[in-house]
């Protein structure tokens, strides 16, 4: 089993930046892959960011390039996101997940685990 507990959300202003955390815990051979999705009111949850723990490799949709950023803390076995030059569009519940493949995926099906969200507003 993997537990995974998001926290950092907010509300910020365009422009700005936050920096979401996930704690993960459990089971290491089932969170060899993790991600991070938004999921805005009434539109389907969506990757913006993935790692795989064996090579560090990131995945990144095209419309988070740039200003989505993902990382993962050995130290403190968290899963951050940076998103920086914040838009309105990026408001929505932001999920952490996670699962026991050998590479990166966008595809939420693919995650067998998943955190209880935290939330983002971006307004002016």
């Known amino acids: 089993q993997v537990q995974l507990v998001e926290s950092g959300g907010g509300s910020a202003q365009p422009g700005g930046s936050l920096r979401l955390s996930c704690a993960a815990s459990?089971?290491?051979?089932?969170?060899?892959?993790m991600a991070w999705f938004r999921q805005a009111p009434g539109k389907e949850r969506e990757g913006v960011a993935s790692?795989?723990?064996?090579?560090?490799?990131?995945e990144y949709p095209a419309s988070a390039k740039g200003r989505f950023i993902i990382s993962y803390d050995n130290a403190k076995n968290t899963l951050d996101l940076q998103i920086n030059d914040l838009k309105a569009d990026d408001s929505g519940t932001y999920y952490c997940?996670?699962?026991?493949?050998?590479?990166?995926?966008?595809?939420?099906?693919?995650?067998?685990?998943w955190g209880q969200g935290t939330q983002v507003t971006v307004s002016s």
């Open positions: 997940a996670a699962a026991g493949l050998l590479h990166t995926t966008l595809l939420a099906s693919r995650y067998r685990f």
């Open positions: 459990g089971d290491p051979k089932s969170r060899t892959a």
């Open positions: 790692f795989y723990y064996g090579n560090g490799r990131r």
